[in-house]
């Protein structure tokens, strides 16, 4: 029988929130998590396992929504400054910022991988004294950047298992995966991974979410289903500019075109298979008050029950936006920034996650898997792994949010990170830890 | 010197009266003049013109929006049980309903014509006491149609005028031609008129209108300038229906692409080079609620002061058709049905109009050319005449219009037949009198 | 034991078929079912049931979509020249044509309701040979008006499970009613009888559907859940008029207010709590091409999962309604002309059936429950049902429906009648034949 | 006989070029021409004029458009720093920099005042070697802020005649004012130097502006009429956000409402009063892809012929905006932030104005009155000039401009400068040169 001991756990634990709290201060967009990566790089390094960074996980042109060049210049020069480690964060230039590290047990067994996600969310984060970050110091020394969808502690509860599994080595077999995923908000990072390969032979997927919806410390959800499927979409419109008083009729008008937009994209029909969503998040149009405005950029996203659902909201945005711009007589560029298709986990895994999780300490509660309503492109590997023939399972590891996911108040119950460092580790051991296990048929 | 006799022109005059009343009663809609153009076509023979009818003076493929099959078989079929003329009806079978008469004196000189339009409007008449027609017995008896723009005169004045100048064919030089315009409601007629060459060859043209805004009777303005260029269009929206509740997304919703047709038509721009109208008069969508509407069919006019904002308009309206079609995935056809360019009336015919008038029995005041901001598919006929060197006017003769042009209890004040048969007697007289005269260099 | 003759089934289905032939001959749009409503309340007065026709059991004011009165006497004319019974023609003055037919066997026992929709659709049938009332010379005589969704079958199956059940009276106990509801089609009648109170002692209840999304003949559906939840209203905007060239800015364009209420209400958000739906399905709108259109007509529909849903389309619409019309400066009237609410099947009801259907001749196939993505306003009767502590059923009868529901080929294959007389009738014998049966806790 | 030196000529203009210049490399946006203005009052008080700044001849309240008080601080920090004159800075902070110089004859006469404007626009100056200021080295210092408009030359232009007429005055009669003015751009400076009540007793007003569409150097146009009246508008939605995944419909989206006012306002009606505009110039809106557009702001401009239209634009932009508003159950706030009435020139100024002109050296064309199709806030002084009785005269002096006003590429060539300078001088020199002269009756 393999166990862990509690002493090792408590000592990972204590690392970790020293760990998310060092994250929450240092918080990184997506694409840009320099600092973040090659910290963890050199961690799991130091514990044993065999680390790969930046092109040979990270397929470049299946990355979505990279920022420009000044803003990884930026980052990068801030990563620098502040602690990013050389070695691996020069991997990582122009923005592939993915981690993998693998241990290999030498022995034949299962392939079985973990996935936790390192991003930033572009949030002023609160200064309030009720918020902890704030009163304990810990609060994000970047201006309109913020840890406030948990990943700070997801980064370190995978750097912790890593340790634990590390420590246990002699008890597994197969192999164990550990990947360090940038760019999830905005769902753009996952599909780079997923096209270089890293999914193509998982066995078991696990991927754990701090918090969900009212879900109190101590309680888990193992197993979401229902994912909605995603696109998120950048548009512009470019037309002509014109003196609006002197000659409006020689303008080409972008923001014509772009509501005509907004209301054709909301207008598009409920569908038949499932729910959806459709949402122009932002709009930034025109040069000046007195001058036809020339250009328009929207960004939205659709998302949809299923792919069905997706691919019917992704052809008819398609073809609203081509029919705004004519109306205005403008050209339009659409481009594709994220997507994350719908996902479910695997009902044997979701079973044995949750059988571990009823004898795990500090669980008081399993619950019932949920029908999830938001993104997660986490949905991209889970595809991969089950269409591969493996078994995939989604986590949610209860904590109170504050005011919510993506909101500048956001904090966890930092308990929550020693639950999950115990649960994933004990679900590992038990899919790896019997060293004659086969892979599932 | 010559001059006309009074006994003639009160003779015609009561005539002319009776006539109007008669076309009052039995009002006929644009390109189904059967009745009124067939009767009007024997007067004018009777009086010793050369008539034509049909096909020769009246371009098929030129005329615009010309109504169904079923309805000109209805007209025809009322006009014929009523005193149509049998003879010149069968040369207007399908439509053809121009009539041009000829008075070739024989002897060398300019060639004038006047222009009289003939058709009705579907309104339906007034039936209160007040309104004269009702009081009178000579209300419509077609309900829903009535002459509620004063065609019915400007046909009777037409005829009077052919009968005062048959007298005077010797005192006459050159050519004469009286055309009786069928649909200049809609701007659909005038066209096809001077498609068939009718207009080629004029010197001198005429076109009388019975009232204007405010224009008392005794007054008359001999020329107005700057008619609204204008085109007619329907617009067709096709795409396919679908149950509202069980599978809208297999739907092609027209309805939405008239929506956005409509804004987008009326969003059309400003144009520096003078000022622009935009009109969707009707919208007519749907096969019920809850069917994804299939269907949308729009009638919708432009306005400009002059050619150039007319093309603007209506390249404009080509795209924003297109545009909206695409954006929902239907179908559009968009027909032009009516056209009339800009014209202006000629300054020196202008003048000697306002000459005649004032010393024409009647007329207490001769006012000044008028800006228009109506539309006239006479400016078709000005706009050749005056390409070919000649000259052109354009003549208010005022009378009280009820509550205005266009509305059902519109009528005239009949003294300004009289007014108006002497005048153009006159001006044609002054013209073609002299059987010296040459053509205008 | 309670048993029901073979030889009585096979006659009132004959006889039923007939029914149902005359009154495809025959349709009769929605409050206008005269002919219909006051033959069948003839034919079930002479099968011994108690007999309720008019405003006792059909609330006036909660009737929605009324037709207007030429309607409503072209239809009563109609009815009244093709047979329609005079007697109860006449407690159907102005459109309340409802009955309800009553067994009251003496014994105690439960109170068990069957509810039957008798009314036609605003469609052209289907001329050609392969349309089997074509063909065989039951097409409806009324151009426009048709039997396109089976309530000329359930109305025969109404009737002959009142003649079957008059026959086993002394076999029942308790109260068996029978309702035959007018204006099923756009969800406007089922309201009115639930406010006459008609069902609220029912224990049962009842409601037969021939035909959905692709059941054969042989096959039933007993349970139907999720109905869409839905609302009809109607959407009138009144402006001013003026001409379009002269000067438009003195109109009010009510079409302006009806494009940006199309654009808005189909841009509705979509809803967190389950999935929704709206359509604008008709539009008109205009009073002439060169008019500023002062009037607009919309008819539209939303409809949503559950009655949260439902409220929250209602409310958006009323806004978006109200804010296009003020964007255009016109007034907006909006009725509520039809509403159902979402409601369920009760599963021991849907059991029972489902049990009685395995031992029925005729029927092979017994089928789960499905989600409904329809509407029928049968729910305003199951919602009233069930909040009273009542079992309802819904329940479909397979049988191919030509090119669909609400087409002109619309048909069934009448043996479908055959199988609704006697599973209806064995269900009521199921629940009511024990005369010592008690109403349910 | 009142003439003016070569010499003095020759030698203001030289220095008027060289004071353009240095304007032009240090450019102030509207309200914040602290530098520009306080260097301004020092030359005039050098002069011998009277000089008064802020607060008395600018009315607080009647400022548009008054940027932030960050903006203003930073402006007033870059005056300070680059030469901007201490003492008079101080009487304009907050924002107050309108100059009024007065040179009082003590001799009675008319009250004769100048116009100059001072501000800069938002547009980064052109860098390449054709560009004069480029390539002469006074080219803006300001990144994204430039004299694109010659204001630069008008200041300049004004000092200059200063210094002639202090020079002439004992030739002079009469008051003669230069009024210095704010924030033209955007047409939102003149309403408070008007309320302030500095033109309330003006006989005679002249307003400069260097270039107009294709006028050559040596060219000017005494006189233009027709003017657009114009207001220039802020629009703020604000909504509530919402995540557009997890509960889309507890947003209230201000996005959606600014689409339908772009196609709202756009859509606002022709009016046969005179030509009008509409631009929605920019629009920025919402706070991420994902989530609910909680707020949308809009800077629009209305203009029109006359202030019948431009009132008519208004009113209709006012109900365009709440009716959005409420469409999307959002707020709504309107400000205007500029305005500028519809105003013509006095014949007989013009006229007095073209004689002088036709006389003066370096002018070789004279060329008539135009009709505006732009706007200038000038107009509210001519507006109330010509309310109390007096004459306003606008005046255009010719010179190339680059590729335009308001581009990148804007210059004028300077020899304008002198041309201009001769020409104001010698009309005030006529106006008020003859010291008998009384104010026009």
Redesign the interface.
């Known amino acids: 029988m393999n166990t862990i001991s509690g002493e090792l756990l408590a000592q990972v634990t204590v690392e970790a929130i020293e760990h998310r709290r060092d994250l929450h201060r240092h918080p990184e967009l997506g694409w840009t998590e320099f600092r973040t990566a090659s910290r963890a790089a050199a961690m799991l390094t130091s514990a044993g396992w065999q680390v790969q960074a930046g092109d040979p996980i990270c397929e470049l042109d299946a990355r979505m929504g990279v920022p420009d060049e000044e803003e990884l210049a930026e980052a990068w020069r801030y990563a620098g400054e502040n602690g990013g480690d050389p070695h691996w964060m020069d991997l990582m230039r122009g923005g592939s910022t993915a981690v993998v590290a693998t241990l290999d047990t030498g022995r034949p067994g299962p392939v079985t991988a973990l996935r936790f996600d390192m991003d930033a969310l572009?949030i002023d984060e609160a200064t309030q004294e009720g918020h902890r970050p704030a009163r304990e110091g810990f609060r994000s020394r970047k201006p309109g950047v913020m840890h406030a969808c948990g990943h700070d502690a997801h980064t370190a509860i995978g750097v912790a298992v890593g340790r634990v599994l590390s420590e246990l080595r002699s008890s597994l077999s197969g192999t164990i995966r550990i990947i360090l995923q940038p760019a999830e908000e905005?769902t753009r990072g996952a599909a780079s991974i997923v096209a270089a390969g890293v999914l193509d032979d998982v066995d078991y997927f696990l991927c754990p979410h701090v918090g969900a919806?009212s879900l109190r410390l101590g309680s888990v959800i193992p197993g979401a289903t229902g994912f909605?499927a995603?696109e998120?979409l950048d548009l512009t419109f470019s037309g002509t500019a014109a003196?609006?008083?002197?000659?409006?009729?020689s303008?080409q008008?972008a923001?014509?075109a772009?509501?005509?937009a907004?209301?054709?994209l909301?207008?598009i029909?409920?569908?038949?298979?499932?729910?959806?969503?459709?949402?122009?998040?932002?709009?930034?149009?025109?040069?000046?008050?007195?001058?036809?405005?020339p250009n328009?950029s929207l960004?939205?996203?659709v998302?949809g029950d299923n792919n069905a659902v997706l691919g019917?909201l992704s052809a008819?945005a398609q073809?609203?936006t081509?029919?705004?711009?004519?109306?205005?007589?403008v050209s339009a560029s659409l481009e594709r920034v994220g997507h994350a298709p719908s996902a479910a986990s695997h009902p044997a895994l979701v079973e044995r996650v949750a059988s571990l999780a009823q004898s795990t300490q500090g669980i008081t509660s399993v619950d019932e898997p949920v029908m999830a309503?938001?993104?997660d492109d986490a949905t991209a590997m889970m595809e991969r792994v089950s269409e591969r023939g493996g078994q995939a399972c989604y986590l949610f590891v209860g904590t109170p949010v504050g005011d919510g996911h993506?909101t500048p108040t956001f904090d966890i119950e930092e308990r929550c990170i020693g639950i999950g460092i115990e649960l994933l580790s004990r679900v590992v051991l038990d899919i790896a830890g019997d060293v004659d296990r086969q892979s599932p048929a």
Do not use: D, W
Not at 243 to 249: I, Y
Not at 273 to 281: A, D, F, L, M, P
């Open positions: 572009p905005g919806e909605l995603t998120k003196h609006a008083g002197l000659s409006p009729e303008g008008n923001l014509i772009a509501a005509h907004v209301l054709g909301h207008g029909s409920r569908h038949s298979g499932g729910n959806s969503r459709v949402n122009v998040g932002t709009l930034v149009a025109g040069a000046g008050r007195n001058i036809i405005p328009a960004k939205f996203e998302r019917y008819q073809r609203v081509e029919g705004a711009a004519k109306m205005a007589g309503t938001a993104s993506h």
